[in-house]
């Protein structure tokens, strides 16, 4: 993904989550600038289908909307910020495709686990790809029924 890209990562994010959880191309295009070796854009025949954020962290889960100021200098796992599919591209593979490029990045990163905060329709989708439901308290703006998740990683020695 590049920062020209995010045009159409707002356009995809519209379209996936209506209006409840737009975050601005400003809070985005930072975790593009801080971790770029973990976004990703899927294109099919030059359109725009979906989209990754991710990037190291160390715990918890980052306020919503906010601007991550600098990552940990020791991370131990990965944070997937967001995954988005346009509804044209449901079915077609897309979140799947994304979700194993994060996965490997954060293997070869040498993370522990991927975490991610599900919203509350999410969560069977992400328990499906490995996840399991962790207790904590989110900050405000995830929403109600927002799930705070892990999935453990291959640790190379």
Same mark, same amino acid.
């Given at each position: ?33 801080? /971790? %770029?070796?973990?976004?990703? +854009?899927? =294109?099919?025949?030059? *359109?725009?289908l979906g989209?990754? !954020?991710? #990037?190291?962290?160390?715990?918890? /889960? %980052?306020?919503?909307?906010? +601007?991550? =100021?600098?990552?940990? *200098?020791r991370?131990?796992?990965? !944070?997937? #910020? ?10 077609m ?58 999935r ?6």
């Open positions: 993904m590049r920062g020209g890209d995010l045009d159409e990562v707002l356009r995809i994010q519209r379209e996936a989550y209506g209006d409840a959880y737009q975050e601005s191309a400003h809070v985005l295009g930072r975790k593009l600038s801080l /971790a %770029p070796e973990a976004c990703w +854009l899927a =294109e099919r025949d030059g *359109e725009a989209y990754v !954020f991710a #990037h190291p962290w160390q715990a918890g /889960a %980052p306020q919503l909307h906010a +601007l991550v =100021e600098c990552l940990p *200098e991370a131990d796992h990965g !944070f997937l #910020h967001d995954l988005a599919v346009s509804p044209r591209a449901r079915g593979g897309v979140g799947s495709a994304l979700f194993d490029k994060v996965r490997v990045w954060s293997e070869q990163a040498g993370h522990r686990a991927l975490t991610l905060v599900a919203l509350a329709d999410a969560v069977a989708y992400w328990r499906g790809l490995g996840f399991a439901s962790r207790t904590l308290t989110l900050p405000d703006g995830y929403g109600a029924g927002a799930v705070f998740m892990r453990s990683l291959a640790v190379r020695d």
